[in-house]
């Protein structure tokens, strides 16, 4: 399993969301708390908007995240109102850039912590149903790649709920025609730029942990003293798979099998339930 977190909210440096916090997700790469893994060493990205909310940018490297001293460089010179940042442990593909979260396609970015069972078994019917013209924009061999794009072909760029439910029913139907129990395990993050969509989900109903942050005000409410909350906007959003600062009471665990969208300050959760594709 992997690590990844969100940060949406004013521009801020990102060495701050990357290296400063106690628990950061650079830290996570190394030494887990919550996840299958203690250690998430096999390549790390992240993904960033600039103020014009165009096309991200992502920086990827095979190298452990706790190890890159070029990321400590690039981080002190990345401002940005959104960004996502992802520390791999592979489920079985290889280690390469090109199999590095978060996977861009255009505006979108994508990144995932889980895995589809036997995904060499049901990898080429999956394929299969990725649209046509989107086919030769799959880079890696990753499970989560292919998913990415399922998602697209399902109407990503119009409705990500939905999509994302049509997807993943595809997954469950395919991998049980190939008598796999539980096709699939993910905690997923998305976004457009401007909103977030994150989705909590497995077969078998014991997802990987999600957690996303409270309003500032409460959480400054909470701990006075703590002084890097006052340089925090009142809509800054923090979606994590392991909390990135003990401070409790200001984290919501994401809910098993729900998506939620991440807009501004707002949020809301909905639950989530696979759809199989007309």
Request: net charge negative; charged share 25%; hydrophobic share 35%.
């Amino acid at each position: 399993m992997c690590r990844w977190m969100a940060y949406s909210g004013d521009p801020i440096v990102a060495d701050d969301l990357l290296f400063r916090p106690e628990h950061s997700i650079i830290e996570q790469s190394l030494r887990a708390k919550l996840g299958g893994f203690t250690t998430n060493g096999d390549g790390f990205g992240i993904g960033w908007y600039g103020d014009d909310g165009g096309r991200p940018t992502v920086f990827k490297s095979t190298h452990p995240a706790w190890n890159d001293e070029n990321l400590r460089e690039v981080a002190t010179q990345i401002r940005t109102p959104l960004l996502f940042a992802h520390v791999r442990a592979s489920s079985g593909t290889p280690v390469q850039r090109s199999n590095c979260h978060p996977f861009r396609h255009g505006r979108w970015l994508w990144m995932h912590n889980g895995s589809l069972a036997e995904f060499s078994q049901v990898k080429r019917d999956l394929q299969m149903n990725v649209d046509p013209s989107l086919y030769p924009d799959i880079e890696g061999s990753t499970d989560t790649e292919t998913l990415f794009f399922l998602a697209l072909t399902f109407g990503l760029t119009d409705d990500p709920p939905t999509a994302v439910a049509r997807a993943v029913g595809l997954v469950e139907d395919v991998g049980r025609r190939h008598g796999v129990e539980y096709p699939v395990h993910m905690t997923v993050a998305t976004t457009d730029g401007e909103s977030i969509w994150i989705f909590r989900y497995s077969s078998e109903k014991a997802t990987s942990s999600l957690y996303f942050s409270h309003d500032v005000s409460q959480v400054r409410e909470l701990y006075p003293d703590v002084d890097v909350l006052d340089r925090l906007s009142e809509d800054t959003r923090f979606i994590v798979s392991e909390p990135i600062r003990d401070l409790p009471g200001a984290w919501d665990e994401v809910p098993e099998a729900s998506w939620a969208l991440i807009k501004g300050g707002q949020q809301e959760s909905q639950p989530f339930q696979p759809l199989l594709p007309a």
